[in-house]
């Protein structure tokens, strides 16, 4: 059996390093494609280390957007609809608080009722859905779409 998960990310990190050393982390830089791939793979690194609470204060919004845009692309509906309610239950309410100076200080301002959220997307993604998500991207852009990352990126990545 193939082990998708390992697959997609070794092919998905290479968009993610053209995001991060060929475009300084611009995402405008990047086409659609490109951005979805790359934050796919910050969704699916993110997911399996942090949780969803990572991925976003790691990310943002524009990286939760194009990781949004690649779910709906590749027809996982499920996680699609799960990851945008955990969104607006728990991050929508962030979005002009003042008190907020970066994403990470979200974490400060969370409730119970937030972190069981949380967790319950978290848990679904981890037993459920990231196996899942990484197949059919991995189907859907390298084998469908063949995709491929830049040969080349602008700047060198740090040894």
Same mark, same amino acid.
């Given at each position: 059996?193939?082990?998708?998960?390992?697959?997609?990310?070794?092919?998905?990190?290479?968009?993610?390093?053209?995001?991060?050393?060929?475009?300084?982390?611009?995402?405008?830089?990047?086409?659609?494609?490109?951005?979805?791939?790359?934050?796919?793979?910050?969704?699916?690194?993110?997911?399996?280390?942090?949780?969803?609470?990572?991925?976003?204060?790691?990310?943002?919004?524009?990286?939760?957007?194009?990781a949004m845009c690649g779910v709906q692309k590749i027809g996982?509906? !499920?996680?699609?609809? @799960?990851?945008?309610?955990? /969104?607006?239950?728990?991050?929508? +309410?962030?979005?002009?608080? =003042?008190?907020? #100076?970066?994403?990470?200080?979200?974490?400060?301002?969370?409730?119970?009722?937030?972190?069981?959220?949380?967790?319950?997307?978290?848990?679904?993604?981890?037993?459920?859905?990231?196996? !899942?998500?990484?197949? @059919?991207?991995?189907?859907? /852009?390298?084998?469908?779409?063949? +995709?491929?990352?830049?040969? =080349?990126?602008? #700047?060198?990545?740090?040894?």
């Amino acid at each position: 059996m193939q082990d998708y998960v390992t697959l997609f990310d070794d092919y998905s990190i290479q968009f993610n390093k053209t995001l991060e050393y060929g475009c300084g982390g611009d995402w405008d830089r990047l086409d659609q494609e490109e951005r979805e791939l790359a934050a796919l793979w910050k969704l699916l690194v993110d997911m399996y280390n942090g949780g969803f609470l990572q991925f976003f204060c790691n990310w943002g919004y524009s990286g939760y957007w194009y990781a949004m845009c690649g779910v709906q692309k590749i027809g996982e509906r !499920a996680l699609l609809d @799960r990851l945008h309610r955990t /969104y607006m239950e728990v991050f929508d +309410k962030f979005q002009d608080d =003042s008190r907020l #100076k970066a994403y990470w200080d979200i974490p400060d301002y969370l409730t119970e009722e937030d972190e069981a959220v949380l967790d319950e997307t978290d848990n679904y993604f981890w037993d459920e859905a990231g196996e !899942a998500m990484a197949k @059919r991207a991995y189907e859907y /852009y390298h084998d469908k779409q063949k +995709k491929m990352p830049r040969e =080349s990126p602008e #700047k060198k990545e740090p040894t």
